[in-house]
């Protein structure tokens, strides 16, 4: 069976579980921080739901999948409650930047968006947004390859 298609079933009846008892926003930000950072699992104790479906996917045999499952329930969680989770890189900590990008953002996508933010410097200058299929490449090293490839087109030379 396709993995994709076993981790949306694992994700989807995870979801059900929590949004039957009330536990989803818990089960899906120890998850989160699970997905982050495995030794999470050595110092923090897992929440009933999420033991319960851990030694699920052991008797199953699917414990190999355990990370794809808790992505695929992590952002089928949010699209649940209407939200949508993104990346946001730059080269240095930009604090108003996503206080200007979000609003615009949620307006394109009709919905609330969340932004992780990472620091990167091999971008140069700029930003990067990444929301599920979408991303806008606003940064120096785009703008640098973009001028690269002109001039090779323009010239006919390998630059």
Do not use: W
């Amino acid at each position: 069976m396709n993995t994709g298609a076993i981790s949306s079933r694992y994700a989807k009846a995870l979801l059900k579980f929590t949004q039957e008892t009330g536990s989803g926003e818990r089960v899906c930000h120890q998850a989160e921080a699970i997905l982050a950072n495995p030794d999470v699992l050595a110092t923090t104790a897992l929440e009933p739901e999420l033991q319960n479906f851990v030694q699920l996917l052991a008797r199953n045999g699917r414990l190999g999948d355990v990370r794809l499952i808790l992505r695929t329930f992590v952002d089928t969680y949010y699209n649940s409650i209407g939200v949508m989770k993104g990346h946001l890189r730059t080269v240095v900590a930009a604090p108003g930047l996503e206080d200007r990008i979000i609003p615009l953002l949620e307006k394109q996508f009709g919905c609330k968006v969340l932004l992780d933010t990472e620091i990167d410097p091999a971008i140069l200058g700029g930003f990067i947004i990444e929301i599920g299929e979408y991303q806008l490449d606003a940064s120096v090293r785009h703008q640098i390859e973009l001028i690269r490839r002109d001039f090779v087109i323009s010239t006919n030379r390998l630059v």
